[in-house]
């Protein structure tokens, strides 16, 4: 069990990393894009780059406060 | 155009990881044993051979757009943690990669290391293990970048080609030099592939997701400047608040 668990927890800091925020909009962001352009049949290309600029901007500033 | 950028980000991240590998190599085969640390390294890289055999082309059996979402979200995922880390290094939150430093901690921690009987072919198993844990830490990234940009673009053997040639590159400089690599600006170079992954990872993400970029591949470069001005606002913005270890003021 501890090797698993060690195992998971080794990628999920390989992928993930410090900010799990960061991980959960990506994913967010991407499921509200693939509704939106297959439901509402709406272009929406515009929509990642703006919450990846603003997730970033947060997560730097949540680090910077903390120190 | 994107096959020039992903041999570049390939090559650029490759430098950048190799240089790390080699740092914890030198450390090791200089102060210990090189002939256990070059089984180490070889093992390493049967171990990272076989994760790009395997996963590279169950990844192209993936349908494009599955592939682009999945690999595209965990592209971006990855590329937002090194650029998070590339803005707190260069705004002084996070001090920055020093490998002369790590050079001398590792040498130190090799040459306190105990002495164990030779056994096999492995005459040093502290080398071994340290050589690959070092390689196949630092070649996951490589192999995980290699993948994910190859399977995207459908074209692995040219995203392999870039990494093995910033391999290349980065043994011969450190045989030429036997020390670390310190002059290559490591940091900056980060910033740099941390810009570029979070790029791919929107672009490929985005497309995944059914979106049509105005103006095709030419949009990419759009993304690419709209990061890397973001990055690089977000450095000057950093570098003014209290806490970082440029002023000291926390």
């Known amino acids: 069990m501890i090797y698993i668990r060690r195992f998971l927890g080794f990628w999920y800091h390989f992928i993930v990393g410090d900010d799990w925020r960061i991980a959960v909009g990506v994913v967010v ?8 352009t297959h439901v509402a049949h709406t272009q929406v290309w515009w929509l990642l780059p703006t919450m990846v600029v603003t997730m970033l901007t947060l997560s730097l500033w949540l680090t910077a406060r903390r120190r | 155009m994107r096959d020039v950028l992903l041999v570049l980000s390939v090559f650029l991240a490759s430098v950048v990881e190799g240089v790390e590998a080699l740092t914890i190599v030198l450390a ?16 390493a890289l049967l171990a990272l051979a076989v994760f790009v055999a395997i996963l590279g082309p169950a990844l192209t059996s993936i349908p494009i757009n599955a ?29 920055l990669h020093d490998e002369v430093a790590i050079f001398t901690k590792a040498t130190a921690k090799a040459r306190k290391a105990g002495v164990a009987e030779p056994e096999g072919i ?48 980065v043994v011969a400089a450190g045989m030429v030099v036997h ?5 290559v600006p490591e940091n900056t170079l ?13 672009f490929w993400g985005s497309e995944g997701a059914g979106v049509h970029w105005p103006g095709s591949d030419a949009a990419l470069l759009g993304v690419i400047a709209l990061i890397t001005i973001t990055a690089l606002t977000q450095v000057a913005w950093l570098s003014h608040l209290p806490g970082n270890l440029k002023t000291g003021n926390a």
């Open chain 2, 28 to 43: 090791v085969g200089t102060t210990r044993s090189w002939r256990s640390t070059r089984y180490g390294i070889g093992a």
């Open chain 2, 190 to 202: 980060k910033f740099v592939v941390g810009i570029m992954l979070t790029s791919f990872g929107i």
């Open chain 2, 67 to 95: 592939l682009r979402l999945v690999i595209g979200g965990l592209l971006l995922i990855f590329g937002l943690q090194w650029l998070r880390k590339a803005v707190l290094r260069a705004s002084g939150f996070k001090p």
């Open chain 1, 29 to 36: 962001g991407l499921s509200l894009i693939a509704s939106i």
């Open chain 2, 179 to 183: 020390q670390p690599l310190s002059r």
């Open chain 2, 122 to 169: 492995i005459d040093d198993w502290y080398s071994f293990t340290i050589a690959f844990k070092g390689v196949l830490l630092e070649g996951l990234e490589i192999a995980f970048i290699v993948v994910t940009f190859g399977a995207n673009q459908g074209s692995i053997p040219l995203a392999i080609a870039g990494a093995a040639a910033a391999i290349i590159v």
